[in-house]
């Protein structure tokens, strides 16, 4: 079984910035992949950042070149740097584990932390 577990999440202004953990805990195999989806009300879930266990990372154009995604293998954590934060990005962040290589991983979920960008 494993655990994901978030923090790092609150209000901001525009413009400012946050930062995100999640440390996983349990059977991790080694090829893995670490990352974030969000979720604004109304809205479908969506990618934020995904790692590899390699260090190859993802982003969608929403948030490249703001947002930083990077992981420390030893401890099973990923983080989230996230600079000029707009509105938009308020949701509830998921940090996420595919677990295994991915012709046949599982995907395990964290409960999620609250994101909120308003003046």
């Known amino acids: 079984q494993v655990q994901l577990v978030e923090s790092g999440g609150g209000l901001v202004q525009p413009g400012g910035s946050l930062r995100l953990s999640c440390a996983a805990s349990?059977?991790?195999?080694?090829?893995?992949?670490m990352g974030w989806y969000r979720q604004a009300p109304g809205k479908q879930r969506e990618l934020v950042a995904m790692?590899?266990?390699?260090?190859?990372?993802n982003y969608p154009a929403s948030v490249k070149g703001r947002f930083t995604i990077s992981r420390d293998n030893a401890k099973n954590t990923v983080y989230l740097q996230m600079n000029s934060l707009k509105p938009e990005d308020t949701a509830v962040y998921y940090c996420?584990?595919?677990?295994?290589?991915?012709?046949?991983?599982?995907?395990?979920w964290g409960q999620g932390t609250q994101v909120t960008v308003s003046s």
């Open positions: 996420t584990l595919r677990n295994g290589p991915p012709q046949n991983a599982y995907d395990y």
């Open positions: 349990g059977t991790i195999f080694a090829i893995n992949a």
């Open positions: 790692i590899t266990n390699i260090g190859f990372t």
